[in-house]
């Protein structure tokens, strides 16, 4: 009896020693396993980054080669880009304002460019073009919109300032519109020196 409780503690032993060991060995490939994800991870959001800068720099090109030169506007045209957030977090298109006046909102049908932003209105805002420069005119009163000048350019205009319904504010290249959770971004590009 002595030795089959003697066998049974040693058997007792031994099982808890290969428990231990196993456990040690699992935690050591899940370390592995982690890291080996960390990895992969990394490598796609490189690859996701990549292939967005890529569209980015396409969308860009297509929104400038879309430009119908004229003699008054041969060197320099402006170009709004328009950084959205969804799901897969921020999305930037480029549209060209020599195209036009624009309408922005939420409603398909009735704008120029539909923004699927729910705190946006059905038609929030328009651009428009006043001799060959852009103006950005608010067209609701519900959805603050904030305007954050690039430079002064002798407007008298706080940083950050919020519009009121129906007020136009002349633009100038890296002035900013914020509407909701989207930004719209205005640029002139030149074709000589790029994005001015």
């Not at 020693?17 to 490598?43: D, Q």
């Not at 880009?81 to 060209?96: L, R, S």
């Amino acid at each position: 009896m002595s030795t089959t409780l003697s066998f049974l503690n040693g058997l007792k032993f031994v099982l808890m020693a290969v428990a231990i060991l196993l456990g040690i060995a699992l935690i050591g490939f899940l370390i592995k396993l982690v890291k080996a994800n960390r990895l992969k991870k990394k490598e796609v959001t490189a690859f996701i980054k990549q292939l967005h800068q890529e569209m980015r720099s396409d969308v860009l090109d297509r929104a400038i080669v879309g430009t119908k030169i004229t003699s008054t506007n041969m060197l320099n045209y402006w170009l709004v880009k328009i950084v959205e957030k969804n799901q897969f977090g921020e999305t930037e298109h480029f549209y060209n304002l020599s195209e036009g006046d624009i309408t922005i909102g939420r409603e398909f049908a009735s704008n120029k460019y539909c923004i699927y932003d729910e705190l946006l209105d059905d038609n929030q805002c328009k651009i428009v073009l006043l001799k060959e420069q852009p103006a950005f005119v608010n067209l609701s009163n519900t959805v603050p919109i904030v305007f954050v000048p690039g430079r002064q350019y002798k407007r008298n205009i706080k940083k950050d300032y919020k519009m009121r319904d129906g007020e136009m504010i002349k633009l100038y290249s890296r002035d900013m519109v914020v509407v909701g959770d989207t930004k719209l971004v205005f640029s002139v590009y030149n074709s000589a020196s790029g994005l001015v």
